[in-house]
Protein backbone atom coordinates (compact mmCIF):
# COMPACT_ATOMS: atom_id res chain seq x y z
CA UNK A 1 0.00 0.00 0.00
CA UNK A 2 1.16 3.59 -1.21
CA UNK A 3 2.23 5.78 2.25
CA UNK A 4 1.64 9.11 2.88
CA UNK A 5 3.79 11.18 5.12
CA UNK A 6 2.45 14.30 7.18
CA UNK A 7 3.52 16.37 10.09
CA UNK A 8 3.04 15.12 13.56
CA UNK A 9 0.98 18.54 15.10
CA UNK A 10 0.13 21.67 13.44
CA UNK A 11 -1.39 24.47 15.31
CA UNK A 12 -3.69 27.43 13.87
CA UNK A 13 -5.72 30.68 15.13
CA UNK A 14 -9.44 30.40 15.22
CA UNK A 15 -10.74 32.26 11.79
CA UNK A 16 -7.59 31.78 10.02
CA UNK A 17 -7.32 29.27 6.87
CA UNK A 18 -4.94 26.23 7.48
CA UNK A 19 -2.86 24.31 5.22
CA UNK A 20 -2.62 20.99 6.01
CA UNK A 21 0.35 19.15 3.64
CA UNK A 22 0.98 15.63 2.49
CA UNK A 23 3.32 13.83 0.62
CA UNK A 24 2.64 10.53 -1.08
CA UNK A 25 5.86 10.00 -3.72
CA UNK A 26 4.82 7.20 -4.23
CA UNK A 27 1.55 7.68 -5.59
CA UNK A 28 0.14 5.58 -8.65
CA UNK A 29 -1.84 5.94 -11.30
CA UNK A 30 -5.33 4.54 -10.18
CA UNK A 31 -4.88 5.73 -6.72
CA UNK A 32 -7.10 8.64 -4.97
CA UNK A 33 -6.17 10.94 -2.49
CA UNK A 34 -8.46 10.86 0.10
CA UNK A 35 -8.62 13.04 3.65
CA UNK A 36 -10.73 11.91 6.68
CA UNK A 37 -10.71 13.84 10.31
CA UNK A 38 -10.98 12.19 13.46
CA UNK A 39 -12.65 14.27 16.54
CA UNK A 40 -12.04 12.71 19.80
CA UNK A 41 -13.67 9.77 20.85
CA UNK A 42 -15.41 9.40 17.17
CA UNK A 43 -15.12 7.70 14.49
CA UNK A 44 -13.49 9.04 11.20
CA UNK A 45 -15.18 11.11 8.95
CA UNK A 46 -15.08 11.71 5.25
CA UNK A 47 -13.43 15.16 4.55
CA UNK A 48 -12.74 15.23 1.01
CA UNK A 49 -10.95 13.43 -1.80
CA UNK A 50 -9.75 14.09 -5.65
CA UNK A 51 -7.28 12.41 -8.23
CA UNK A 52 -6.17 14.88 -10.03
CA UNK A 53 -7.70 18.66 -10.34
CA UNK A 54 -8.19 20.35 -7.41
CA UNK A 55 -11.69 19.82 -5.51
CA UNK A 56 -13.90 22.23 -3.43
CA UNK A 57 -16.78 21.17 -1.08
CA UNK A 58 -18.79 22.51 2.08
CA UNK A 59 -15.86 21.51 4.24
CA UNK A 60 -12.75 21.92 2.57
CA UNK A 61 -10.61 22.37 -0.52
CA UNK A 62 -7.85 19.89 -1.59
CA UNK A 63 -4.72 21.26 -3.73
CA UNK A 64 -3.00 18.93 -5.36
CA UNK A 65 0.30 18.95 -6.78
CA UNK A 66 0.81 18.52 -10.89
CA UNK A 67 2.99 15.59 -10.55
CA UNK A 68 0.72 14.59 -7.97
CA UNK A 69 3.10 13.43 -5.52
CA UNK A 70 1.70 15.71 -3.00
CA UNK A 71 -1.04 17.53 -1.52
CA UNK A 72 -2.72 20.12 0.80
CA UNK A 73 -5.82 19.64 2.47
CA UNK A 74 -7.21 23.62 2.97
CA UNK A 75 -10.10 24.77 5.47
CA UNK A 76 -11.24 28.08 4.79
CA UNK A 77 -11.68 29.42 8.41
CA UNK A 78 -10.63 27.43 11.24
CA UNK A 79 -13.04 26.98 14.16
CA UNK A 80 -12.75 24.97 17.47
CA UNK A 81 -14.30 22.42 16.27
CA UNK A 82 -12.00 21.42 13.23
CA UNK A 83 -9.51 20.59 16.17
CA UNK A 84 -9.06 16.93 14.75
CA UNK A 85 -6.07 13.89 13.84
CA UNK A 86 -6.35 14.80 9.65
CA UNK A 87 -5.54 11.44 7.47
CA UNK A 88 -4.36 11.77 4.87
CA UNK A 89 -4.98 8.21 2.34
CA UNK A 90 -3.89 6.73 -0.66
CA UNK A 91 -6.80 5.40 -1.93
CA UNK A 92 -6.99 2.37 -4.69
CA UNK A 93 -9.57 0.13 -2.72
CA UNK A 94 -8.83 -0.39 1.00
CA UNK A 95 -8.50 2.37 3.30
CA UNK A 96 -4.93 2.72 5.20
CA UNK A 97 -4.48 5.24 7.27
CA UNK A 98 -1.21 6.57 8.77
CA UNK A 99 -0.25 8.39 11.87
CA UNK A 100 -2.30 11.84 10.74
CA UNK A 101 -1.45 15.42 11.79
CA UNK A 102 -3.35 16.66 15.16
CA UNK A 103 -4.17 19.96 14.55
CA UNK A 104 -4.71 22.27 17.48
CA UNK A 105 -7.09 25.09 17.24
CA UNK A 106 -6.23 28.17 19.33
CA UNK A 107 -8.96 30.90 20.27
CA UNK B 1 -25.08 10.03 12.54
CA UNK B 2 -23.36 8.60 9.27
CA UNK B 3 -25.57 6.07 9.09
CA UNK B 4 -23.53 3.01 9.81
CA UNK B 5 -24.55 1.55 13.57
CA UNK B 6 -22.26 -0.39 15.80
CA UNK B 7 -23.39 -2.62 18.50
CA UNK B 8 -22.38 -2.35 21.55
CA UNK B 9 -20.94 1.00 22.12
CA UNK B 10 -18.92 -0.24 25.40
CA UNK B 11 -17.68 -3.83 26.27
CA UNK B 12 -16.12 -4.76 29.08
CA UNK B 13 -15.30 -8.67 29.12
CA UNK B 14 -12.86 -10.77 31.43
CA UNK B 15 -9.64 -11.76 29.94
CA UNK B 16 -10.42 -15.44 28.23
CA UNK B 17 -14.25 -14.49 27.13
CA UNK B 18 -15.46 -14.45 23.80
CA UNK B 19 -16.88 -11.27 22.49
CA UNK B 20 -19.11 -10.68 19.41
CA UNK B 21 -19.49 -7.04 17.49
CA UNK B 22 -21.94 -5.99 15.27
CA UNK B 23 -21.81 -3.14 12.82
CA UNK B 24 -25.10 -2.32 10.54
CA UNK B 25 -24.02 -0.55 7.23
CA UNK B 26 -25.31 1.98 5.31
CA UNK B 27 -28.26 -0.48 3.31
CA UNK B 28 -26.98 -0.10 -0.26
CA UNK B 29 -23.47 -0.26 0.64
CA UNK B 30 -21.55 -3.29 -1.02
CA UNK B 31 -18.79 -2.94 0.75
CA UNK B 32 -18.04 -3.07 4.60
CA UNK B 33 -14.32 -2.74 6.60
CA UNK B 34 -13.03 -3.43 9.98
CA UNK B 35 -10.28 -1.50 11.73
CA UNK B 36 -9.07 -1.97 15.36
CA UNK B 37 -7.24 1.48 17.07
CA UNK B 38 -5.28 1.50 20.31
CA UNK B 39 -4.81 5.06 21.69
CA UNK B 40 -2.69 7.73 19.82
CA UNK B 41 -2.56 5.58 16.65
CA UNK B 42 -4.44 5.83 13.90
CA UNK B 43 -7.39 2.99 12.49
CA UNK B 44 -5.36 -0.35 11.87
CA UNK B 45 -7.42 -2.38 8.92
CA UNK B 46 -8.35 -5.70 9.56
CA UNK B 47 -10.45 -7.31 7.19
CA UNK B 48 -13.09 -5.82 4.80
CA UNK B 49 -16.23 -7.45 2.40
CA UNK B 50 -17.98 -7.26 -1.26
CA UNK B 51 -21.39 -8.03 -0.24
CA UNK B 52 -20.92 -11.25 1.70
CA UNK B 53 -17.34 -12.67 0.54
CA UNK B 54 -14.58 -11.59 2.60
CA UNK B 55 -11.95 -10.25 0.13
CA UNK B 56 -9.01 -9.52 2.73
CA UNK B 57 -7.75 -10.38 5.92
CA UNK B 58 -4.76 -8.70 7.68
CA UNK B 59 -1.88 -10.64 9.83
CA UNK B 60 -2.87 -8.42 12.48
CA UNK B 61 -6.64 -10.81 12.51
CA UNK B 62 -5.19 -13.95 14.34
CA UNK B 63 -7.19 -16.99 14.63
CA UNK B 64 -8.76 -15.79 17.35
CA UNK B 65 -10.86 -13.09 15.57
CA UNK B 66 -13.40 -13.92 13.06
CA UNK B 67 -15.74 -11.89 10.82
CA UNK B 68 -18.81 -12.82 8.99
CA UNK B 69 -21.35 -11.39 6.83
CA UNK B 70 -23.85 -13.91 6.11
CA UNK B 71 -26.67 -12.11 4.01
CA UNK B 72 -24.61 -9.24 2.68
CA UNK B 73 -26.09 -6.50 4.71
CA UNK B 74 -24.97 -6.30 8.46
CA UNK B 75 -21.53 -8.06 9.72
CA UNK B 76 -20.20 -9.41 13.40
CA UNK B 77 -16.98 -9.60 14.46
CA UNK B 78 -16.36 -12.32 16.97
CA UNK B 79 -12.94 -12.61 19.40
CA UNK B 80 -12.27 -15.94 20.74
CA UNK B 81 -10.25 -16.38 23.99
CA UNK B 82 -9.94 -12.49 24.49
CA UNK B 83 -6.15 -10.91 25.74
CA UNK B 84 -5.71 -7.69 27.72
CA UNK B 85 -3.63 -6.39 24.13
CA UNK B 86 -7.21 -7.03 22.52
CA UNK B 87 -8.61 -3.64 24.24
CA UNK B 88 -9.09 -1.03 21.64
CA UNK B 89 -11.76 0.56 19.55
CA UNK B 90 -13.29 -1.46 16.78
CA UNK B 91 -14.33 0.64 13.96
CA UNK B 92 -16.53 -0.68 10.94
CA UNK B 93 -17.05 1.42 7.75
CA UNK B 94 -19.18 0.91 5.25
CA UNK B 95 -19.01 2.33 0.94
CA UNK B 96 -21.13 1.89 -1.66
CA UNK B 97 -18.58 0.85 -4.92
CA UNK B 98 -15.50 -0.50 -5.10
CA UNK B 99 -11.98 1.26 -5.63
CA UNK B 100 -11.20 4.70 -4.73
CA UNK B 101 -13.66 7.24 -5.85
CA UNK B 102 -15.85 6.90 -3.66
CA UNK B 103 -16.23 7.80 0.54
CA UNK B 104 -16.64 5.43 3.13
CA UNK B 105 -18.84 6.40 6.13
CA UNK B 106 -17.81 4.98 9.70
CA UNK B 107 -19.64 3.90 12.91
CA UNK B 108 -19.31 5.72 16.09
CA UNK B 109 -17.13 2.26 17.13
CA UNK B 110 -17.19 -0.52 19.76
CA UNK B 111 -14.48 -0.05 22.84
CA UNK B 112 -13.43 -3.18 24.16
CA UNK B 113 -12.18 -3.05 27.39
CA UNK B 114 -10.51 -6.61 28.90
CA UNK B 115 -9.83 -7.23 32.55
Known amino acids: DAKTTQPNSMESNEEEPVHLPCNHS???????IHWYRQLPSQGPEYVIHGLTSNVNNRMASLAIAEDRKSSTLILHRATLRDAAVYYC????????FGKGTRLHILP | DTGVSQDPRHKITKRGQNVTFRCDPI?????LYWYRQTLGQGPEFLTY????????KSRLLSDRFSAERPKGSFSTLEIQRTEQGDSAMYLC?????????????FGQGTRLTVV
Open chain 2, 27 to 31: SEHNR
Open chain 2, 93 to 105: ASSLVAGGNTEAF
Open chain 1, 26 to 32: TISGTDY
Open chain 1, 89 to 96: ILRDDKII
Open chain 2, 49 to 56: FQNEAQLE
